[in-house]
């Protein structure tokens, strides 16, 4: 055998190996694929029904936002409806009312002092000196100190 026979069963040992290299990673590359489309079916599949529901998740949820925002608006117009209620009722019966209110401490006063006896005083000339010390109670040094 001579040099160029060598070489020549060289490269074609050479070129069978690979050939068959790339065979067999044209054969996984193959499974690669199938395993991926199958995995996309199986995915669509089960897509579809995820995304039916979020669909109607999504309707009831702005049926749902809908229904607050008709109750929020009727709940602001309850609100403003009561407010101007109040402020009638304040400008209708607050000023009377402070005045009955008045009125009545004036006469509770009234009466109670008159259902106090008078004290016992001696009169000098331009002044009143007061024979019980309980009688100064009322006085306005003493008013409001216990």
Not at 5 to 21: K, N, P
Not at 84 to 105: D, E, N, Q
Not at 118 to 140: E, I, M, N, Y
Request: no cysteine.
């Amino acid at each position: 055998m001579s040099g160029g026979e060598v070489a020549g069963i060289l490269v074609a040992v050479f070129w069978a190996i690979l050939v068959s290299f790339i065979a067999l990673v044209l054969v996984r590359l193959a499974q690669t694929l199938k395993a991926t489309t199958k995995l996309v079916a199986e995915v669509s599949e089960q897509a579809v029904p995820l995304l039916a529901d979020a669909s109607a998740t999504v309707r009831s949820a702005n049926t749902q936002l809908a229904r607050v925002d008709s109750i929020a608006a009727d709940v602001q117009e309850v609100t403003a409806n009561a407010s101007a209620l109040s402020s009638t009722v304040s400008s209708a019966f607050g000023g009377p009312l402070v005045k009955v209110a008045a009125f009545g401490y004036g006469v509770r006063r009234a009466i109670g002092r008159k259902a106090e006896p008078a004290p016992k005083t001696t009169v000098f000339v331009g002044r009143t000196a007061q024979d019980l010390p309980s009688a100064r109670r009322g006085s306005r040094r003493t008013r409001g100190k216990g």
